[in-house]
């Protein structure tokens, strides 16, 4: 396609998966697509490991590099550890979480119980605290050692270092925006892609639906810097791509579609309750990081917004609390524990309920490409042109 943002990051299609999943990543840049890493959960030494290995496996191809860098958060203090950053979170919280667990027959977490994703450096809680001022920076530096063709950042407007090593070596920054206030935001700062993430979509979100968000910020920033749109929020077909470029974007975001492919290591038994879902079992919520995010309905988020609670922490408390919770409720759920199911979730945004069944990555690119073209065809056909 001749497009501004296909000819920035190197891409015919522009079909942007983020996953936490580097098999993702890869297997989407190799069909035709832009793979796009999420790296915030990892430590900076991690962050190498993954990004090594996609420069090995991704044959040449463009990809890029998605971080959640909070503009503010819940605690201010440096050179943390993992252990030492999850000593924040207190006793009643742990205490309100227990309960859930103990009622499910799942063990309970504490300040030493970790994340999910990650080697021992993180699992053993000696290794660096995610988000924090520090491991950030370490982080924006090992993402340009590599050959990233994208940097983004899905938590408000991107750090000075981020900007300035990406302006120095000519890779574009793009931003995750809910509103056009938003987007005024990220232009002043100097972003180039803005990717408008309608109520619509998985993790946070805001408050706007997609078409409505993209038309109103394409429109609304013609007069201060036009750069390109890309449209997120329930994205999972070539139609919905096709219908979101007509209304001004130069390509798509997507996310949830991924997690249910062949390469992504999402646990089976989560694939298996995103494919008996709806696109009205997702709910929007602060139980699972702190900030509004949109995730399958369980009891954990359930609970948390209820009655009783002690209320939700700030970012990123809520969110490592969370995590201890789903990786001791999984395990507990792969050992055979069928109480546990209710409390595991994952952020899914409301297309959800069109994801019935794993396929490969190459699979859905291709029928992205497929889709979209039969969705232009139709539209000739409408306009009655030849």
């Known amino acids: 396609m001749k497009l501004e943002l296909c000819e920035m990051v190197g891409v015919e299609f522009p079909l942007f998966a983020f996953s936490h999943c580097r098999d993702v990543v890869a297997a989407v840049s190799k069909a035709g697509g832009f793979g796009v890493f999420g790296g915030s959960t990892f430590t900076p030494e991690e962050l190498k490991v993954e990004l090594d290995w996609i420069d090995a496996h991704v044959n040449g191809m463009p990809y890029g590099v998605d971080l959640a860098i909070p503009q503010r958060q819940g605690v201010s203090e440096e050179n943390l550890t993992a252990q030492e950053l999850m000593e924040h979170i207190p006793a009643e919280h742990y205490a309100f979480a227990n309960e859930l667990l103990e009622q499910r027959g799942v063990n309970p977490v504490s300040s030493t119980t970790f994340a999910r994703h990650g080697t021992s450096t993180v699992t053993d809680g000696k290794g660096k605290a995610p988000y924090m001022p520090d491991t950030v920076e370490e982080m924006i530096e090992e993402v340009f050692r590599h050959p990233v063709r994208l940097v983004v950042n899905a938590l408000g407007v991107p750090p000075k270092l981020m900007l300035e090593r990406a302006q120095a070596r000519g890779i574009p920054v793009g931003a995750c925006i809910g509103s056009l206030g938003h987007a005024r935001q990220q232009l002043a700062a100097g972003v180039d892609v803005l990717i408008a993430q309608g109520v619509e979509s998985a993790a946070h979100c805001g408050e706007i639906s997609t078409s409505v968000l993209v038309t109103e910020v394409v429109e609304g920033i013609k007069d201060i810097r036009p750069v390109p749109v890309l449209a997120a929020g329930g994205i999972v077909t070539g139609r919905q791509m096709a219908a979101a470029m007509t209304l001004g974007a130069q390509g798509v975001w997507t996310g949830s579609v991924w997690l249910t492919t062949v390469e992504s290591d999402v646990s089976p038994i989560v694939k298996e309750r995103f494919f008996a879902a709806s696109s009205r079992d997702t709910v929007r919520s602060r139980a699972i990081t702190g900030k509004p995010a949109r995730h399958l309905v369980n009891d954990w988020s359930t609970a948390w917004d209820g009655p009783g609670s002690p209320g939700a922490l700030p970012f990123p408390l809520q969110g490592l609390l969370s995590e201890a919770v789903q990786g001791q409720t999984l395990r507990s ?51 009655g042109s030849d």
Request: no cysteine; aromatic share 4%; net charge neutral.
């Open 333 to 383: 759920a792969e050992a055979g524990n069928s109480q546990a199911r209710s409390l595991l979730t994952e952020g899914v945004g409301q297309g959800v309920g069109m994801l019935k069944s794993s396929k490969s990555a190459r699979t859905v690119v291709q029928e992205f490409m497929e889709d979209y073209a039969n969705a232009l065809e139709r539209m000739r056909l409408l306009s």
